[in-house]
């Protein structure tokens, strides 16, 4: 009715205006929602915040392999902890399953780490491929490189080009695999640091491009890398980079303590466990911007540590044991407490409310005795509490089952009709129907049970 009572008065043009405002801010809401982005901006500074996009909150009814498969290979007799340190990351960051494809276990490997076994215990060999190419096949993320020496070049080539469909994280001795002519794609992401970058450009001197290039510049040559091998690429250091060569994420965060080995193999596996939880659906991020915040939960939480001790004692192990530490801060068990404290704010406040009408109508209503007082009190504290159920059905969507969310619905629609009905009995002239509780039952449980809406606006609003 309101939107036709508008249609008519639009023989003013200043009606016009607000119709027309009110459409586009509509739009523009809706954009929101669907996560759609109304400005051409492809320079993206990341922020804290940002990483709760990248740390869902678990299913209740879920199992390990609904969280990702993620495949290291790496490592090497003489390097046997750049492979330990980037599986163990994989696993702290939340990867269903880790797979370690190694010549050489370091004893420190979490238990839970699955170890692949190879031809010779002492390097990787060309033998190897078969057995590494068959469990790539069913692995939704794989971080080949730290730590395998550059003897490994032909195999990591012949893995990475024979399975084009997979994620690959290449990190350290596998980017010297390839260089800048060659043609990967956009499920493929390059982690160098300036040298390994350099590298991909055999043809400059790393010490040129350090004297040459300003940071912009070196910026501008990563993104026409990125756009020529058509992949994405993470330059590591002061400012972490990350672009395909359209988009580009810059990453101001870390510290110096950082510059210490193992920190990039950690790094490796962070984004290989989000890869891998996106690939199966349960990070909604696209792949770009799921490694551009998988480094910043990297450096978040190297920053973390050096708050309370000295950044000269960061080491990577340090890294890891920090992630769940920045993950508790800022992430979803952060915006739960919030929730938690605004739902116990909203009950007091309901109640309160509850109180004071209760009293408000008594003083209009014919004397009553006590119990039905306490009857009247109870119809508006219901009516309360149906709203503190509605309100913590819509948190629990993501934790519950869609068969219990319809009941805790069906539920509520009930406890809003019961309340009505029961305000009604005190109201003079008017009587409780059991034909309007029906329809009133049926009316709130049906406008609930609009799952769809409810969830994105829930999403909108908490986790954007």
Known sequence: MEFLEILCSLKNK????????TISSIIRFYCAMENI??????????????????????????????????????????????????AN???????????????????????????????????FRIKDFKILNHKTYIQDAVVIGPGMTKNTIQLTRELVLNNPHKSWIIDADGIAAFDV?????????LTPHLEEFSRLHKNIDIDIDIKKLNKQKLFDLVKETATKMDCNILLKGPTTFITD????????????????????????????ANIAKKNKGIIKTDFLKTAALSSLIHSLSADYYVKNNDMETLAATDIIDNLKNVIKKNGRSNV????????????????????????????????????????????????GLSLQVFFIALFSMNKISRKKYYLLTIICGFLFAISDEIHQYFVPGRHADILDLLI???????????????????YFVFHK
Not at 14 to 21: F, R, S
Not at 90 to 119: F, N, Q
Request: aromatic share 10%; hydrophobic share 45%.
């Open 336 to 383: 739960r407490k919030w929730f938690r404290f605004i739902s116990i704010l909203q009950l007091f406040i309901a109640t309160g409310i509850c109180i004071f009408y209760s009293d408000q109508e008594n003083i209009h209503l014919p004397t009553i005795s006590g119990i039905d007082k306490i009857l009247h009190f109870g119809a508006y504290f219901i009516y």
């Open 89 to 123: 990351a994989s696993l702290k960051m939340g990867a269903g399953v880790v797979e370690l494809a190694t010549p050489c276990l370091h004893p420190a490997i979490y238990p839970e780490v699955i170890p692949i076994k190879l031809i010779d215990f002492a390097v």
């Open 37 to 86: 982005s109304t400005t051409k901006n492809n320079n993206i500074v990341l922020e804290k915040k940002d990483i709760k996009e990248i740390i869902p909150i678990r299913q209740t009814n879920s199992h390990k392999y609904n969280y990702g498969r993620v495949l290291i290979i790496a490592g090497s007799r003489d390097m046997p902890g750049a492979a330990t340190l980037a």
């Open 181 to 189: 002519n060659d043609k990967l794609n956009k499920n493929v992401i």
């Open 14 to 21: 200043q009606n016009i205006c607000y119709l027309v405002k």
């Open 440 to 458: 009133d039952w049926a009316g709130i449980s049906l406008s609930l049970l609009c799952f769809g809406i409810i969830k994105k606006v829930y």
């Open 245 to 272: 060569g359209n988009i580009s994420y810059y990453n101001n965060f870390g510290n110096p303590g950082m510059a210490t080995a193992g920190t990039g193999d950690v790094l490796a596996g962070i984004i290989a």
